[in-house]
């Protein structure tokens, strides 16, 4: 069975640094890419970074030059490397893995950035 498993997330200050982790299990990491994604209270669930099979990366406007998405494939393990962190950048976040018509989801973890 395929399992996403994220950790790292608590309560920091603002201007304070998380790292999250995700490790998976039951696919072959390699062929997929790995995405983070937050959901805020109200709002909906935005894609925060990505990182293909390849090693090319994404990231939202919000997080770039502040956020940094890594993957170790040997581990089976993607990260996110949250620095400068703010109040705006509390939320759920969710490890997310895809290929092809493929899709699975992480269970999430809270990130709440206090002022």
């Known amino acids: 069975q395929v399992q996403l498993v994220e950790s790292g997330g608590g309560l920091v200050q603002s201007g304070g640094s998380l790292r999250l982790s995700c490790a998976a299990s039951?696919?072959?990491?390699?062929?997929?890419?790995m995405g983070w994604y937050r959901q805020a209270p109200g709002k909906q669930r935005e894609l925060v970074a990505l990182?293909?099979?390849?090693?090319?990366?994404n990231y939202a406007d919000s997080v770039k030059g502040r956020f940094t998405i890594s993957r170790d494939n040997a581990k089976k393990t993607v990260y996110l490397q949250m620095n400068s962190l703010k109040p705006e950048d509390t939320a759920v976040y969710y490890c997310n893995s895809r290929f092809s018509a493929l899709e699975y989801w992480g269970q999430g973890t809270q990130v709440t950035v206090s002022s």
């Open positions: 990182i293909t099979k390849g090693g090319s990366t």
């Open positions: 039951g696919i072959t990491f390699s062929l997929y890419a």
